[in-house]
C-alpha cells in the first residue's frame, strides 16, 4: 500500500490514525534516509497511543519507554555498530511484550525482528513536506492493521 501525504499535518494524521489502530504486541518498523520524517511519525503514532509526553529521538539511548494506553517503546538502533549491541538491551522482551514496538531505521536488526510486523518505507517527495509511505509487512496483524488504514 502506497500513501502520499502532502506536508506534517497528513504526516500527523496518518501517524495518529496508526495509532489509534496499535495494539499490544505490535511492531512497527520505520525506514528511511535522514530527514525522511521518522521520527515525526512516531510523534504521531504515540498520540494515536495515548502518550502524552513529549517524544524524542533515542539516538544516544537506543530507546525511550512512554506511557499510553499500552505501554510504547521507541528504539532508534541508527548509531548500533553491529546487531549484537542491542542484545545488551534485552530485545526480545520488549519485541514480545506487551507494548507497541515504533524502531527507527529497522533494517539495521531486520533479522531479529519477529516475522510479524508493519514496515514503512518512508520517502521524501518532489515537495518540501511531501512524503510518500510505502506499507509493507507480515502476519495477521499487518493485514487487520492495512485493511483498518484503508477504511478512511
Known sequence: MEIRLEGLEETKEMGIKLGNILKSGDIVCLNGELGAGKTTLTKSIGLGLGVTDYITSPTFALINE???RVPVYHFDVYRLENVEEIYDLGFDEYF???G???IEWAEKIERLLPKERVILDIEKGKALDERI???KGSGNRYIEILKELEKN
Do not use: D
Open 96 to 98: 514480545y511484550g506487551k
Open 100 to 102: 507497541v514496538c515504533i
Open 133 to 135: 509511505i510505502n506499507i
Open 66 to 68: 512512554y506511557n499510553g
